[in-house]
């Protein structure tokens, strides 16, 4: 269980997944709602805690995969001919992004976390409602040039973080 391991992880119970981001291959879960200004003055919406996985992760619907994290490599329209300028890195261009924004948008209910469980090896499991997990799995692989597979952190506050990689559990 998680609060043995990663006690930081208590902090997602309850609150809905409101938003996905990703920057590269480098994917944000966001938790909660908060609103932060960047160092242009921009006041962005994001979550009061995220979650950035930087290996492997699926999502999985009725114990179904629903979700790959290999999709970010297929075009967001698969019924199209092969497009030779498709950029996998670009935000919103892949299959992906496309899923992952039509689970959150289209929920009727919020997809609130009401489990997380976590291995000594840094393997996460998240269940949200509606009988879907996002099963976080450093061992299946990570991105090339990260020590840090995966890291918790909240957008309001400096503590309560946590992160696993290569140098195993960092607390913030």
Do not use: Y
């Not at 290996?55 to 329209?77: M, N, S, T, Y």
């Amino acid at each position: 269980m998680s609060e043995n391991i990663f006690p930081e992880m208590q902090h997602l119970l309850g609150l809905p997944l409101t938003k996905t981001t990703r920057l590269g291959h480098v994917q944000f879960f966001h938790f909660g709602k908060a609103h932060i200004m960047n160092a242009t003055g921009l006041i962005l919406d994001v979550g009061a805690w995220t979650l950035e996985v930087a290996c492997h992760w699926q999502l999985e619907e009725a114990g179904a995969v629903a979700i790959r994290f290999e999709e970010v490599k297929i075009p967001k329209d698969t019924q199209t001919l092969a497009d030779p300028t498709f950029d996998p890195l670009v935000p919103g261009s892949n299959l992906r992004d496309r899923k992952l924004q039509e689970m959150v948008r289209g929920q009727k209910e919020p997809l609130r976390v009401w489990q997380v469980t976590a291995s000594p090896e840094g393997e996460l499991t998240i269940s949200l409602e509606g009988n879907r997990l996002l099963c976080i799995n450093p061992s299946q692989g990570v991105l090339e040039n990260t020590d840090q597979f995966w890291r918790l952190f909240s957008n309001e506050q400096d503590l309560g973080g946590v992160g696993f990689g290569t140098e195993g559990v960092k607390r913030a």
